[in-house]
């Protein structure tokens, strides 16, 4: 994106949803300035990432993924929000500034897409031998 906002252009982006577990993995690996996600995503799945170059911003899309958000970012010197601060989940706040708006140009999905979640639960956390859910969790389940 720096290429972009040096120029005072807008920077092309996809965000995606419901891809191969790969690319979760890939993320989170401390790559080499130029190496690629789709590259370390291929080669945690013991061969190459099939993908979709979107046309008009000619970004490679993978294509298992089951929602692409296609959008724009404009340069920081053209467009910014004020954002947070934010409330985490252990009791910190993040910081508040101006940030980086994305604009929002097409959604693509699947019309019988399968939607990843982690399931919000109450009560203990499962451990081997232990059902899911018990009556401490939730009174209103029963034991089978």
Do not use: N
């Amino acid at each position: 994106m720096d290429k972009f906002c040096t120029r005072g252009e807008a920077a092309p982006i996809v965000i995606t949803a419901g891809q191969d577990p790969h690319f979760c993995a890939a993320a989170c690996m401390p790559l080499v300035w130029g190496k690629s996600e789709y590259d370390m995503a291929g080669a945690f799945r013991h061969g190459p990432i099939e993908v979709i170059i979107e046309p008009r911003t000619q970004l490679p899309i993978p294509a298992t993924v089951e929602i692409a958000v296609i959008g724009h970012v404009p340069s920081p010197q053209k467009e910014v929000r004020q954002e947070g601060p934010f409330g985490e989940c252990v009791g910190y706040y993040t910081a508040s500034g101006p940030a980086s708006v994305i604009h929002i140009d097409e959604i693509w999905y699947r019309s019988d897409y399968s939607r990843q979640s982690a399931k919000a639960r109450f009560g203990h956390a499962p451990r081997a031998g232990r059902r899911v859910c018990d009556e401490r969790d939730d009174p209103g389940q029963r034991r089978a």
